[in-house]
């Protein structure tokens, strides 16, 4: 496997946890991506006969080769750590998870892991190449945020807590880093946290203080997700009439929380979607800037209602340029994503794109989707300034972007894409698709498409 499919550079994206913590999100390029994929599912049949029964996040299909969906596993360990607590409901509940979790995994204790399977010897090749490059020639470390891949070497590094919490005799439940662990006594609970900490160590690891703490008995209940939601999905599931009122109460509720619990949101969030009511979107619209890390499920639910509500689309434009989700950078994209998904084609709509492609202290992925927005709709006489910024464009990102802007406002000629293709050898492929005129372009990140005109 050639070096060339290791990444020299990451782009690392704050993807916001909450209105101030973020976690970084690595971009790949796609020649990357895949080959870090392909390396990751070539090992994972190993590695899920490796994993035991109690993990429940990026758990792998060996029947049909693909990842469960980790939505469903989280509500699934939630429903067996129900159960159990059930059936002996004198047990303490010990939470805890690992701080940073995925920043801070050792490359060379993760090569050794894999060495030690039944994985192919390529894929741990490729993998020990291509994570000392992320690790070692680009300001990110640990394994990179964002694939899904990326899950399955992460249950693999944690399998020796795994196998130590199970030689003690403890039940434990584990959704990646995110751990339950159920004992009779309070002390027993504490011992083992200590003997967690002091394992985790040996692979520079630490356990989240601020995250871990001792249920009693009586609270543990409480701590997963509750009966209300299951009433609230039943009802859904069965078209029962009073299943949207108890959501759009349950909502309510949520919201005048303090502060607003992210699960309980997003919950309503997709109910509130799936049977297609707007009872949250005047809402959304009024506090989008207190929840930037659902920006992407908020737009999407917003989506759902534009045709018959346009005005959606200029309260979009303003949050773009009148909120603070300024600070926010991914949820900057995500606006502009619905405004190019949704054909919003407004004047401030265009100055706020403009102002975000010439702002090149603004990360590339903003600047792209801004790129994409005015190639579409930057309105007469904006089509030649696209392709003035493409020449002058130093971010090869931006530039591939810009480039295919100045084919949607009509400023690409075959001559000048042959001269393109031999001046910048990163965009021949980018030309090579630009000249088979399609007449539909997909939108970067969402995978959907719009009609070309």
């Not at 470390?141 to 992460?154: C, F, H, K, V, Y």
């Not at 929840?291 to 992407?296: F, I, M, Q």
């Not at 919003?344 to 790129?371: C, T, Y």
């Not at 295919?404 to 031999?422: F, M, R, T």
Request: charged share 25%; proline share 5%.
């Amino acid at each position: 496997m050639s070096n060339d499919y290791a990444p020299a550079h990451v782009e690392i994206v704050d993807l916001p946890k909450d209105e101030i913590s973020v976690r970084p999100l690595a971009r790949l390029r796609p020649e990357h991506r895949l080959v870090y994929d392909a390396a990751v599912f070539a090992a994972a049949n190993s590695i899920e006969s490796a994993i035991p029964r109690g993990v429940y996040s990026y758990r792998w299909w060996k029947k049909q080769q693909r990842l469960v969906g980790p939505g469903k596993m989280w509500i699934t360990m939630q429903r067996v750590a129900k159960s159990l607590h059930q059936k002996k409901p004198s047990l303490l509940l010990a939470r805890t998870d690992v701080a940073a979790f995925y920043e801070h995994i050792e490359v060379d204790q993760l090569i050794e892991d894999l060495s030690g399977l039944n994985v192919p010897a390529w894929s741990i090749e490729v993998l020990e190449t291509f994570l000392r490059a992320f690790n070692g020639l680009s300001h990110a470390w640990g394994l990179p945020q964002g694939p899904d891949s990326s899950g399955i070497l992460a249950n693999l590094y944690l399998i020796p807590l795994d196998m130590e919490l199970a030689r003690r005799g403890y039940r434990h439940f584990r959704y990646s880093d995110d751990m339950y662990i159920f004992a009779n006594d309070w002390i027993a609970l504490r011992e083992i946290i200590v003997e967690a900490n002091k394992l985790l160590r040996y692979r520079h690891l630490n356990l989240a203080g601020n995250k871990t703490k001792i249920i009693k008995s009586r609270d543990v209940p409480n701590e997963f997700e509750d009966s209300e939601k299951d009433a609230i999905s039943y009802g859904i599931s069965v078209a029962d009439d009073e299943a949207a009122d108890e959501l759009r109460a349950f909502f309510d509720k949520v919201v005048t929380q303090e502060p607003v619990r992210v699960r309980d949101l997003k919950f309503s969030l997709g109910k509130f979607k799936l049977i297609k009511d707007d009872y949250a979107v005047k809402w959304f619209l009024a506090n989008m800037g207190e929840v930037p890390h659902l920006a992407r499920e908020a737009l999407a639910y917003l989506s759902l209602f534009h045709k018959e509500n346009p005005e959606i689309g200029d309260a979009v434009v303003d949050l773009l340029t009148n909120s603070k989700l300024f600070l926010y950078p991914y949820a900057e994209q995500h606006l502009l994503i619905y405004m190019i998904q949704n054909a919003v084609q407004s004047k401030p709509g265009v100055k706020a794109a403009w102002d975000l492609l010439l702002d090149r202290n603004k990360e590339s992925f903003v600047r792209e989707f801004a790129a994409r927005y005015l190639g579409l709709y930057g309105l007469r006489g904006g089509a030649s300034r696209i392709k003035q910024e493409f020449q002058q464009e130093q971010n090869h990102r931006v530039r591939r972007a810009l480039l295919i802007a100045c084919y949607e406002a009509g400023q690409c000629s075959n001559q000048w894409l042959s001269v393109i293709a031999e001046s910048d050898p990163e965009l021949r492929l980018t030309v090579e698709y630009l000249k088979q005129q399609p007449h539909k372009i997909p939108v970067p990140t969402t995978g959907r498409k719009y009609d070309f005109t």
